[in-house]
Each structure stands twice: as structure tokens, then as C-alpha cells.
């Protein structure tokens, strides 16, 4: 089972930008896709952004433009650049694996804090 470790969060006000990292332990890392979800005060969790092996990526509608997914193989680490944050992007963000659907356990997840 991989355990996926989240960091990066924290408070920041609207128009700010945060970079999340997710660490993996799993040495079969580049074979999966990834993605980053997030889940804020009474909401369902909702797919951020995906990443393939390959490098292909997909958004969701509310973080295009804004939000970039990648990946360093070599250092079994996703990240999300976040810019031009806003109020609304206020929520736990995790990462975990698949490219539409969550494959794995969920880790901890950081908490980010965007402020009008």
C-alpha cells in the first residue's frame, strides 16, 4: 500500500500562491497516476487536478489558468502550484492515486487557508 504524505499548506491571502507537496513511498511511483483533491467544510471531496506516468494533465474547471500539477519521478513527488488564490479554495487537500478515481488510502492532508 503507498502512503502518501501531503505539505505544503497554510494561510494565505486571495491573490497569494501556495506549492503542495505530496511524498510517496511506494518505489513504483512513475508507473501511477496521481492526483490532488480537496475537500472543504461540508462539501464532498472533489478532484483538483490529475497527473499521468507521462505527464499528461487534467484541471477542474475552478483551478484552470490557476492551479499546475507535476511530478518528480526520481523524488516519488507530486506537486501543486496553486496561483491567484481565492477565498472558495479554502479546503483540505490531498493527494492520492489514479487519474479519475482515488486508488489508495488517504493520507493527512494539509490544510489551506485563503483570506478576503
Known amino acids: 500500500q503507498v502512503q502518501l504524505v501531503e505539505s505544503g499548506g497554510g494561510l494565505v491571502q486571495a491573490g497569494g500562491s501556495l506549492r503542495l507537496s505530496c511524498a510517496a513511498s511506494?518505489?513504483?511511483?512513475?508507473?501511477?497516476?496521481m492526483g490532488w483533491y480537496r475537500q472543504a467544510p461540508g462539501k464532498q471531496r472533489e478532484l483538483v487536478a490529475a497527473i499521468t506516468s507521462g505527464g499528461s494533465t487534467k484541471y477542474g474547471d475552478s483551478v484552470k489558468g490557476r492551479f499546475t500539477i507535476s511530478r518528480d519521478n526520481a523524488k516519488n513527488t507530486v506537486y501543486l502550484q496553486m496561483n491567484s488564490l481565492k477565498p472558495e479554495d479554502t479546503a483540505v487537500y490531498y493527494c492520492?492515486?489514479?487519474?479519475?478515481?482515488?486508488?489508495?488510502?488517504w493520507g493527512q492532508g494539509t490544510q489551506v487557508t485563503v483570506s478576503s
Open positions: 492520492n492515486t489514479g487519474w479519475s478515481t482515488p486508488g489508495g488510502s
Open positions: 511506494s518505489g513504483f511511483f512513475s508507473l501511477n497516476a
